[in-house]
């Protein structure tokens, strides 16, 4: 059965760091574009980012401008795991953190595209 479960959310202060984890079961992430689509209190949902891979490139990434130059999408084959390293991190960073995942590769991703699988999400708090 295929399966996301992100960790590493929390409280953190502002301009502080945390890194997310989604871990992939029942089948290889390798082979999936990914991304991490956040969700405040009454507000729709975000996208965030997302990592793929286009085969002569490796892998490509793609930000929302709210967050470029402070988050970093990774992925580690081997632990078969993606990581969102959240860095100088705002209050407005605050929301759930969701984890999905979409069967094939491409040439770029788009933060917002649709995704089959979904993680059960995590929760991010930027305070003082």
């Known amino acids: 059965q295929l399966q996301l479960v992100e960790s590493g959310g929390g409280l953190v202060q502002p301009g502080g760091s945390l890194r997310l984890s989604c871990k992939g079961s029942g089948f290889t992430l390798d082979y999936y574009t990914v991304g991490w689509i956040r969700q405040a209190p009454g507000s729709e949902r975000e996208g965030v980012s997302c990592?793929?891979?286009?085969?002569?490139?490796?892998?490509?990434?793609n930000y929302a401008n709210s967050v470029k130059g402070r988050f970093t999408i990774s992925r580690d084959a081997a632990k078969n795991t993606v990581y969102l390293q959240m860095n100088s991190v705002k209050p407005e960073d605050s929301a759930v953190y969701y984890c999905a995942a979409e069967f094939g590769l491409r040439r770029m991703c788009d933060p917002s595209m649709h995704y089959s699988s979904w993680g059960q999400g995590t929760q991010v708090t930027v305070s003082a």
């Open positions: 990592i793929t891979m286009n085969g002569g490139s490796g892998n490509v990434t």
